[in-house]
């Protein structure tokens, strides 16, 4: 069974310009969650869909936009980046039903802002 | 606010040691406590996780246990190898899975010969 995937592995942006960047979760999962990775604030939770409605939202900024399509493929959109957003955005994928479902990584976009 | 405490950041054990890692919360509705492994490059995988309704899980060389008066709960690494050199995550969740997981900050475990 394929696992996460995550496109595109690197991307080297500019400020101000934005991005979208895409994850393909395991078959059969209906839930995508999206986390970004810095060294100095570790792993923290940007928003989750299940069945195309975002179920969870985290504590960043409204530039940081992502939506689900009906194969529960999933992209997040960053607007006017910021040299701050320079990170590993992650997603994760699980079955999405009721109680907590283990969560399955992708290896993630390595966002670089110059 | 850290929701889940993590310590500590760095870690070093002799081959056949035993690594251990602590974390602690606050949030006593978290029900849900995974472990992740991460290598450089790659994403988080799950290594093992436990429901606050038992104090111990063991699968191989690996084993949480789980405090709940304390609201803490600790990876263990039996005979630790090389191989296991990575960044351990804990994490929790709670609601019955209605609230996102959170991380604690990791440990950069390194297994030296």
């Known amino acids: 069974k394929a696992g996460v995937t995550q496109t595109p592995r690197y991307l080297i942006k500019t400020r101000g310009q934005q991005v979208t960047l895409s994850c393909s979760p395991i078959s059969g999962h209906r839930s995508v969650s999206w986390y970004q990775q810095t060294p100095g604030q570790g792993l923290q939770f940007l928003f989750e869909?299940?069945?195309?409605?975002?179920?969870n939202k985290g504590n960043f900024p409204g530039r940081f936009s992502g939506r689900q399509f009906s194969n529960s493929r999933s992209e997040m959109n960053v607007s006017t980046l910021e040299l701050g957003d320079s990170a590993l955005y992650l997603c994760a994928s699980s079955l999405g039903g009721p109680g907590n479902q283990p969560q399955h990584f992708g290896d993630g976009t390595r966002l670089s802002i110059l | 606010q850290q929701q889940v405490k993590q310590s500590p950041q760095s870690l070093i054990v002799q081959k056949g040691g035993i690594s251990i890692i602590n974390c602690a919360y606050e949030?006593?509705?978290?029900?849900?406590f995974p472990w992740y492994q991460q290598f450089p490059g790659k994403g988080p995988a799950l290594l093992i996780a436990?429901?606050?309704?038992?104090s111990e899980k063991k699968e191989g060389r690996f084993t949480i246990s789980f405090n709940k008066s304390a609201k803490q709960f600790s990876l263990h690494i039996m005979d630790s190898q090389p191989g296991d050199s990575a960044t351990y995550f804990c994490a929790a969740s709670g609601n019955s899975g209605n609230t996102p997981l959170v991380f604690g900050k990791g440990t950069r475990l390194s297994v030296i010969a």
């Open positions: 869909y299940f069945s195309e409605t975002q179920r």
């Open positions: 949030n006593t509705a978290f029900d849900y």
């Open positions: 436990i429901r606050p309704d038992v």
